[in-house]
């Protein structure tokens, strides 16, 4: 009779939540046919252990083996930015109880400016990548770029991604409420599944939120059309109400003092004020 204790439902929930994650991670992708040749492989490896066929267990096992540390190199971008999820999600907020609050260091009125500002060049058809940082550093993306250091402004932002502008081409990178940089080079994505659409602006936008917690904002230069990209997902913005709260979902976080509290309330109140 099989006995089943606590800890063994324990450990089947965590390993079936990993799974999970990681299936949601890499879904879209490449890497999923890869997934489940993996998990082909071992099942079998399990029914050859269960039927006590030990030369080929003894083959399969030594290439499980090999196979974790070659996953690891093979995956290393799924890797990274399943722990930079996990840690962000599950560290920051997930295990600490309090108010959702916007970021102290980043303001509505700035929010509103570079809302409006996409708004406008998304009109005019005016190609933008905008990079929102949080918690990862960008500092090397930050040094292939021109350094700005100003407060975010609506015009500011228009001008420099004016077509004949010297900034235009590359990334604006924005932290802390100040545009720190413009004319920033991003990695460019390796996701094979992305439409014919999307362009080089596309790529680097998604490109660089597979690798931090960063959020993309990106406007087409050929449709006007603007998407967001975050967490190696990329769709577009239905209009001006949505990016707005997609930008302020993006700079909440968890705190506890009445202040923040406060500000909680009054990002509440400029989204349900904002109109498409």
């Known amino acids: 009779m099989i006995h089943i204790t606590v800890i063994d439902i324990i450990d089947i929930l965590i390993v079936a939540f990993l799974l999970y994650k990681l299936y949601q991670l890499i879904k879209g992708t490449a890497a999923i046919k890869i997934f489940f040749g993996i998990a082909i492989v071992y099942l079998v490896w399990l029914l050859v252990k269960a039927l006590k066929m030990e030369l080929v267990e003894s083959i399969m096992g030594q290439v499980i083996g090999v196979g974790v540390i070659a996953l690891i190199v093979v995956f290393q971008q799924e890797v990274r930015q399943f722990l930079l999820i996990l840690g962000d999600k599950y ?24 809302v409006q500002a996409c708004m406008e060049m998304s009109e005019t058809k005016t190609g933008a990548l905008i990079v929102i940082t949080r918690e990862t550093s960008l500092q090397t993306i930050i040094q292939t770029g021109e350094t700005v250091n100003a407060d975010i402004n609506t015009q500011l932002i228009k001008a420099i991604f004016y077509k004949n502008a010297p900034l235009h081409d590359g990334a604006m990178i924005i932290e802390k ?31 660089i939120s597979e690798t931090s917690d960063a959020l993309v904002i990106i406007v087409s230069e050929q449709s006007g059309n603007i ?6 997902q990329i769709h577009k913005a239905s209009g001006r109400d949505y990016l707005k709260k997609a930008i302020l979902a993006y700079l909440r976080q968890k705190s506890d003092s009445k202040k923040e509290h406060k500000a909680e309330k009054e990002a509440n109140k400029a989204v349900e004020d904002s109109k498409i």
Not at 91 to 114: A, H, Q, W, Y
Not at 180 to 200: D, F, R, T, W
């Open 227 to 232: 998407s967001i990209a975050q967490n190696g």
């Open 91 to 114: 560290f920051k907020r997930g295990f600490f109880v309090g108010k959702v609050k916007l970021r102290n260091d980043f303001s509505l009125e700035g929010v509103e400016s570079i």
């Open 177 to 207: 409420n100040r545009i720190v940089a413009a004319k920033c080079i991003l990695p460019v994505s390796q996701n094979p599944n992305l439409p014919n659409e999307y362009g080089l602006r596309h790529r680097s936008g998604l490109g």
